[in-house]
């Protein structure tokens, strides 16, 4: 494990030489990149969404393509379109910018329904079907997509199945008065993404992906985390509760996590330090709940305080 950490203290410093104070976010960043999961950023304009994207994406040397989703965006604009070649008298394929390694789609809600379906299949299968003809997408396939809470005229809401296929939301947040001072300095002459360089392979990133594999999950953490899950789909305030999805992305991350902290083994607290990302964006909040501003985060909040964790001793109070 001590090889996957020193690659993620590399991967990680280096963006951090351009994304000021947010090392947790960094590092879910970098964790997903692990696990082969797709990452949803939503926060506001401006905090650093699309330069993280390009920054995971020169650390670590993988082709980066960006895709503005617009209302007028159609689904060949993403997945790419066959054009009958006249000398030849054949259809050729000329693929999207969705073939690369690291796809940014930024502002995703802004696109309609049947464009952000084209995903749909890239995403979970790692491939697009174009006319009938399967085309694979290249290795490691990422899909780093962001989008605006707040404004919401002229946006679609991603819809559940979509949701579900992004192992994390992740939000970055306004900086510190002191960070923010940090980045007005470090801005001074030019961007620091312009002198950043690559800090790792492709080779050693799908050898660290298949490394962290190999981090052990106890039975009884297994069932915290179907617990968790579980209890998510039971909760009065949760019209639809997080899937066997979502069971699988706790354990995967939990395995990275590990790793990263240099274990080989997970523990609870790697579960709850993650449940939020992967469990809060899966959750439905039921009509009534939303009339009373329930948040499904503080719902996944009260499921770690509910769920017990299995194996563990409950103190009772002495009698009389």
């Known amino acids: 494990m001590n090889n996957v950490r020193a690659v993620a ?19 879910l960043a970098f964790v997903s990149l692990l696990c082969r ?10 905090v650093g969404k699309t330069v993280l994207a390009k920054c995971l994406a020169k ?33 050729e394929f000329r693929p999207g910018p969705v073939m690369a390694q690291i796809v940014l789609t930024d502002e995703i809600n802004r696109a309609t329904p049947k ?33 605006n809470p707040i404004e919401y005229e002229g946006t679609y809401p991603l819809p559940e199945a979509q949701l579900d296929r992004f192992l994390m939301r992740i939000r970055l947040g306004y900086p510190t008065p002191e960070e923010e001072i940090r980045i007005l300095d470090s801005q001074q002459y030019r961007h620091p993404l312009e ?13 660290a992906q298949e490394e962290v594999k190999a981090v052990h999950v106890g039975d009884l953490l297994k069932e915290y985390i179907v617990a968790l ?7 009065p305030d949760i019209y639809l509760g997080a899937s066997p999805r979502g069971a699988l992305g706790l354990y995967r991350t939990g395995q990275t996590l590990a790793s990263l902290r240099g274990r080989d083994y997970v523990i609870p607290d790697d579960i709850k330090h993650l449940a939020q990302v992967i469990i809060g964006h899966r959750l439905i909040i039921s009509p009534s709940a939303r009339i009373k501003n329930v948040d499904a985060f503080a719902v996944v909040d009260e499921l770690l305080h509910s769920v017990p ?6 103190k009772v109070g002495r009698r009389g």
Do not use: W
């Open 309 to 314: 964790v299995p194996g563990t001793r409950v």
């Open 195 to 207: 002198d950043i360089g690559q800090v790792l392979d492709v080779k050693e990133l799908l050898a």
């Open 115 to 147: 464009t952000q379906s084209a995903l749909l299949e890239c995403m979970e299968e790692r491939q697009i079907t174009v006319d009938g003809v399967t085309y694979p997408l290249p290795e490691p396939f990422i899909v780093m997509a962001t989008q």
């Open 59 to 91: 650390s670590v040397g993988c082709t980066f393509r960006r895709i503005q989703f617009t209302p007028d965006l159609l689904p060949s604009d993403v997945t790419g379109v066959s054009v009958f070649n006249q000398k030849t008298r054949e259809f």
């Open 9 to 27: 203290e590399k991967v990680i410093a280096n963006v951090e030489k351009v994304i000021i104070g947010k090392h947790d976010a960094v590092e």
């Open 229 to 235: 899950v579980g209890a998510s789909r039971k909760h």
């Open 37 to 46: 999961g797709h990452i949803l950023i939503e926060d506001v304009p401006g």
